[in-house]
Nanobody, 129 residues
Framework: QVQLVESGGGLVQPGGSLRLSCATS????????IGWFRQAPGKEREGVSC????????YYADSVKGRFTISRDNANNTVNLQMNSLKPEDTAVYYC??????????????????????WGQGTQVIVSS
């Protein structure tokens, strides 16, 4: 049974940091691209950052470049998203997702959430003073 479980969300002040983790089980993480997405109230789900299965190539949305870092630890079946210099506009529910990237790129997958076949339940991030 494929499972993805996010953790690490919470309330943080502007300029602060959070580290989100996506614990995976039920599949071989090495063979899957992983994406982090977010959805704020009244907005569409957007791709924040994605990492490929093979060469660890990454994609970041322009809004988070230079502030967020995605990394994967296949040995521990975990993918992390380090978020620094957080802004109020980063407030959202953050989801991790898994998908195969045989014939596409992580950039394309991040732009189209439907590229991912399995999703976690999400973790809330609130950036507020």
């Amino acid at each position: 049974q494929v499972q993805l479980v996010e953790s690490g969300g919470g309330l943080v002040q502007p300029g602060g940091s959070l580290r989100l983790s996506c614990a995976t089980s039920g599949f071989t993480l090495d063979y899957y691209a992983i994406g982090w997405f977010r959805q704020a109230p009244g907005k569409e789900r957007e791709g924040v950052s994605c990492i490929s299965s093979s060469d660890d190539s990454t994609y970041y949305a322009d809004s988070v470049k230079g502030r967020f870092t995605i990394s994967r630890d296949n040995a521990n079946n975990t993918v992390n998203l380090q978020m620094n210099s957080l802004k109020p506009e980063d407030t959202a529910v953050y989801y991790c997702a898994a998908g195969r990237d045989w014939v596409t790129t992580v950039q394309t997958m991040c732009l189209f959430p439907g590229s991912f076949s399995s999703w976690g339940q999400g973790t809330q991030v609130i950036v507020s003073s």
